[in-house]
């Protein structure tokens, strides 16, 4: 009853996080969101530190028993296909779901042009119908890498389903935001710096109480970033502003703080960020 009672009570706090959430886009605005952040997402793919971080994701699920060879996975959330293009590439049969057709253009030309064994489909998580889709209980792997479509409860006990085998699944632990979005968030009515990511924490959380033991990997990085102050203004004005509309004398006031801050016309940004990612056997609890 204490493990039910336990059970219960995360989720219930999991829900309470995410409804009060800052700024959560409906579905529409969430695909806008990410249309307009497809071409720098597919840029970064092929960057020295893009290309790290999958070689580290893929010696994880290599280490947790995962051959890609032959084996059917499933990519919620997968971009231009940051994971699904390697995965295809060793040799698995990738199914590669996302919420934004730009991201998915972008994937599709890869595909195409290399002649990957990979299907591509356009949706959300949150209303996705694994039945309807034929996903439940189909997949050796399941991913849900850094994605906003698992926000809730719901919506990872809908990815597991889908497995008969492994899941791996990474979020932030925390983020120290750059300071310009601490400061303009101050600035800005309604709006409050979150530097704390819960993203990691509560599926963690949901997998041991309910008697999985997954393997963890904590990772560190800091990003440093130089930027024109007009294109670092728009990114700002797109990003805080997501799920509502800024007025015009909100987003003069984000550009004019960006080009205060940039004196010779280049924006200098720092964060600093903590990522965990899991794998864990769905019948291994």
């Known amino acids: 009853m204490q493990k039910k009672d336990n059970i219960n009570t995360l989720t219930e706090c999991w829900k309470k996080v995410t409804d009060n959430a800052l700024n959560i886009p409906d579905e529409g605005r969430m695909a806008e969101f990410w249309n307009k952040r497809s071409e720098n997402y597919s840029k970064n793919i092929d960057k020295d530190k893009g290309r790290k971080k999958i070689e580290e994701i893929l010696d994880f699920l290599e280490e947790s028993g995962f051959n890609p060879e032959g084996s059917k996975v499933l990519d919620i959330g997968c971009g231009p296909g940051t994971l699904t293009l390697p995965l295809s590439r060793l040799g698995a049969k990738v199914t590669s779901f996302d919420i934004s057709s730009g991201m998915l253009k972008k994937l599709k030309e890869t595909v195409k042009k290399e002649a990957l064994p990979v299907e591509v489909i356009e949706g959300s998580w949150w209303t996705a119908d694994i039945d309807e889709l034929g996903f439940r209980n189909e997949y050796d792997l399941v991913i849900a890498s850094m994605t906003p479509g698992i926000r809730d409860v719901e919506n990872f006990d809908r990815m597991m389903a889908c497995s008969k085998n492994l899941c791996y699944y990474s979020n932030f632990l925390r983020r120290e935001e750059d300071r310009a979005y ?19 924490v509560y599926p963690f959380m949901y997998l041991y109480l309910s008697g999985y033991r997954p393997s963890v990997r904590i990772n560190h990085s800091e990003w440093k970033e130089e930027t024109a102050w007009k294109e670092a203004a728009e990114r700002a004005i797109e990003f805080i502003g997501r799920g ?36 864990w056997e769905v019948n291994g609890n």
């Open 244 to 279: 509502r509309d800024f007025d015009d004398e909100t987003k003069d006031k984000i550009r004019d703080y960006y080009q205060n801050a940039s004196p010779d016309g280049m924006y200098r940004s720092e964060s600093d960020v903590y990522t965990g990612m899991m794998v």
């Open 182 to 200: 601490r400061e303009l968030r101050s600035l800005i009515p309604g709006e409050n710096s979150v530097n704390n990511m819960n993203g990691m």
